[in-house]
């Protein structure tokens, strides 16, 4: 299949997406007014991450890498907490079982978000999981499907867990509004034809932007580069985290792992630092091997 070019790309391409989540400039107004539209209520102020890589909880156990997450923050008594997170996932192919996928990702998005021995469970963000699809996942025409956990017996009782799925199909007809309707025209196709009122309008500058950049109108591919390092650096924060349970780590250790781009031998790092009782014991495992630079 030959590569789009980014001028031709659409923010229900992922890459484009991404462009626009690692941009300093755009990224927060353009994402704050994508979400004010779809779930049609103010946003407030919000952090957004590229690509956050969430590694399983084992050396053998699969981890996860979302698309962009979003924060958003609220202010209570002169500090600033996250109220609410937001896992936008754009998604073009078909072959996945969404339901149990988004399960999944929530599972984990959840797991990094209290400290061991918080036991106030209420601290938990709510976390709303955004399915964007150019296709309809379960075949009613709507525009948006939105679900949460509610108890069988009882409808009407309230199951205040936090948790929200909402599908976003940009081919549906029905449900949701006209201003949902031209936001997801515009994700599908994201050319200047699409602007049907203001804040497709500001999203519409907001791409422009980006495809107006030398430096990304060079090829597709150097996004991707800048993610292979965003792994390998999550990967070195998963295995100082690991070593903290130790005691504190040396300087010159984290900064012998920060020197190391070979992907298989950060892996083997990160086994060791599962199971090894000290530092001295991790940099022992260390120079056992010549390390990769």
Do not use: W
């Not at 709303?128 to 017996?153: A, K, L």
């Amino acid at each position: 299949m030959k590569r789009k070019t980014l001028k031709e790309l659409n923010l229900i391409d992922d890459f484009l997406m991404n462009c626009i989540a690692v941009d300093p400039e755009v990224a927060e107004p353009c994402f704050k007014r994508i979400l004010s539209v779809l779930l049609q209520r103010d946003i407030g102020s919000v952090h957004v991450v590229a690509q956050p890589i969430i590694p399983g909880c084992d050396t053998d156990l699969r981890g996860i890498r979302l698309d962009v997450e979003v924060e958003e923050t609220k202010s209570s008594s002169g500090e600033n907490t996250i109220a609410n997170i937001y896992d936008i996932e754009p998604h073009t192919r078909r072959d996945t079982h969404f339901p149990r996928h988004n399960r999944f990702y929530q599972a984990k998005i959840d797991g990094r978000r209290l400290k061991s021995g918080v036991k106030d469970f209420s601290l938990l963000p709510n976390l709303y999981v955004i399915t964007i699809t150019n296709f309809d996942v379960f075949g009613e025409d709507y525009m948006m499907y939105s679900f949460r956990n509610h108890c069988e017996e009882l409808p009407h009782l309230e199951y205040d867990d936090g948790l929200y799925y909402v599908y976003f199909n940009t081919t549906g007809k029905k449900g949701g509004s006209q201003a949902i309707k031209n936001m997801l025209n515009y994700i599908q196709k994201s050319v200047e034809e699409n602007v049907a009122d203001e804040a497709t309008g500001e999203i519409d500058r907001y791409v422009k932007h980006i495809k107006s950049k030398p430096e990304l109108e060079e090829g597709v591919m150097t996004l991707g580069d800048y993610f292979d390092q965003e792994r390998l650096d999550a990967k070195i924060e998963d295995i100082l985290e690991l070593l903290e349970e130790t005691g504190p780590v040396p300087e010159h250790i984290s900064n012998r792992l920060r020197d190391i781009n070979d992907p298989e031998e950060l892996s083997r790092l990160h086994k060791i630092s599962a199971h090894v009782e000290s530092i001295e014991d991790f940099e022992a495992a260390m120079n056992k091997q010549v390390v990769s630079v």
